[in-house]
């Protein structure tokens, strides 16, 4: 049997000697971490993997310097060992009113309450792919739209018969709909629709959508006072990836890693 050289293989590539402070990661312990790093590649994958455990276990290795974890022991630190670590010298600063409030005006859209639109439709079903489907299904929408215009009042009778959405025993009602809770072409469509019926079918993967809006509240920024803990969240995990950074990467510097070298992100390999 012909064996396969790994280094030919497309996307891959025997990664180097990783050690962190003279002791040795193996690659079998990097391949099999890999699964937990998907990428787009297999080269980045394994990058991402050997940054992962370079992270554990220049943790586990300072863990053991301050008698957290044992001397002998060649797993990586466990998580009480670790938060018990990063409880001892990772000192993260708690924002201040300041702070806070400065960071609330310049993202008002991390603190906003989003558009809410109540939503009712007709969905005429066709397939993607079946072109006179959806043709005969448009023609049937502009049909039952001319219809709505002179008579909204039918709209519960219209939906009731001809809808192949569930929402037709309710009338076609969707509810109350933010960004997101809908098909994605739909969703894009009903955050620039006006009150009232749109003149048009609106096509998605389903079929065609007629729609009417019956009530839009706009997106407006929560009241400091309604979010200030969320503010100061934000901002102590924001100071906690920082101080995380600075201090994994003094570690590194410190205690010596060879055949990979930490990213600006390498706090995040702390966690899978």
């Given at each position: ?27 079998a ?18 990058l ?11 943790l586990h ?11 002998d ?11 018990a670590l ?19 005006e310049?993202?008002?859209?991390r ?10 439709h ?6 993607p792919?079946?072109a ?11 049909a ?28 076609g ?9 809908t ?18 079918p609106l ?49 590194e ?16 390999s702390?966690?899978?």
């Open positions: 049997m012909q064996m396969i050289d790994v280094e030919q293989l497309p996307g891959t590539q025997t990664p180097p000697p990783v050690s962190v402070g003279g002791r040795e990661i193996s690659e312990d990097i391949a099999a971490e890999m699964q937990y790093h998907p990428a787009d590649s297999a080269g980045s994958a394994q991402k993997a050997a940054r992962a455990l370079v992270v554990r276990e220049l290795q300072r863990a053991q310097m301050l008698g957290l974890a044992a001397q022991s060649e797993a990586q630190a466990s998580g009480d060992a670790i938060a990063l409880e001892a010298e990772l000192a993260v600063p708690e924002p201040s009113e300041d702070d806070c409030k400065r960071f609330y310049t993202h008002p859209e603190f906003s309450q989003p558009v809410l639109i109540e939503v009712r007709i969905l005429l079903a066709a397939p792919d079946d006179e489907a959806r043709d005969a299904q448009y023609h049937k929408g502009v039952l739209l001319s219809e709505l215009a002179e008579h909204p009042e039918r709209m519960t009778e219209l939906a009731q018969r001809h809808s192949d959405c569930p929402s037709k025993d309710d009338g009602s969707l509810g109350r709909l933010m960004p997101g809770q098909v994605a072409e739909l969703d894009r469509a009903l955050k620039h629709l006006p009150v009232g019926l749109h003149d048009r096509a998605s993967r389903y079929g065609w959508h007629l729609v009417i809006v019956d009530h839009r509240e706009e997106s407006r920024q929560l009241p400091y006072d309604e979010v200030t803990d969320q503010v100061r969240r934000s901002l102590h995990e924001q100071a906690t990836r920082r101080g995380l950074r600075h201090y994994l990467l003094a570690l510097s410190d205690i010596g890693v060879e055949g990979v070298a930490l990213d600006d992100d390498s706090g995040a702390l966690m899978r």
